[in-house]
């Protein structure tokens, strides 16, 4: 029997002073406040009433993080998954703004709709929905959370409605700590349901690819 249903939730707000946009890098883990966050996306997971499953999360530390309120409300252990992790980008480690004035870097942005300053998004698509239906068929029953990162999470939303994926990174609707949830109907995914139960006001959320 597989899973119910699937919640992709996005991590907490990290740790950024220098507010940079993190990417893979390491040593980016949760904030003070990305731990509540947290701890709120997993409460509000547990408000549904339905039983968990199974928990996985990308091998960064701030996923990794991200899971632990789910381990201690749902008592699983994540599975590591590379398939979910952050894209690649060639701007890991420096200020946007500071970045795009520089025009030796414009030619990352010739083609925004591969994109060409990163990881293809139909190649962020597929590992994506090849973590998740692994994850689906591997369940007995019960839902499943994967707590990954906004890009992989967001392009997911856009390929199951089938939107274009080209898309402008400032329009994107998925908070820290929100809750994406889907469905598998007839061998196809269906988006369910979309909440931002953590208060993120004040948050830093400038990192993501």
């Known amino acids: ?31 003070a406040d990305g731990r509540r966050m947290a701890r709120q996306a997993a409460e509000y997971v547990s408000t549904l009433d ?17 899971a632990e309120p789910f381990t201690e409300l749902f008592g699983l252990t994540p599975r ?4 979910v992790i952050e894209p690649t980008n060639v701007f890991e480690g420096r200020r946007m703004v500071r970045a795009l004035m520089n025009p030796w870097n414009w030619r990352h942005l010739r083609t925004p709709a591969l994109p060409s300053w990163g990881e293809p998004y139909a190649e962020v698509v597929a590992r994506m929905n090849e973590a998740m239906t692994t994850a689906w068929d591997a ?57 931002e139960p953590a208060s993120t006001a004040g948050a830093v959320d400038v990192g993501a690819v």
């Open 80 to 83: 590591i998954d590379e398939r």
């Open 50 to 66: 339905r039983p968990i499953a199974a928990l996985a999360c990308s091998p960064l530390q701030r996923t990794q993080e991200s």
């Open 139 to 195: 369940a007995d029953g019960g839902d499943v959370v994967i707590v990954s990162h906004q890009l992989p999470i967001w392009i997911t939303h856009l390929a199951v409605a089938g939107e274009p994926l080209r898309h402008d990174p400032r329009a994107r609707r998925c908070a820290l700590s929100s809750v994406t949830s889907f469905e598998m109907r007839d061998g196809t995914w269906t988006e369910v349901a979309y909440v």
């Open 1 to 31: 029997m597989p899973a119910d249903r699937l919640h992709l939730v996005r991590h907490g707000e990290v740790e950024n002073p220098r507010r940079v946009l993190y990417g893979r890098l390491p040593g980016f883990g949760l904030s």
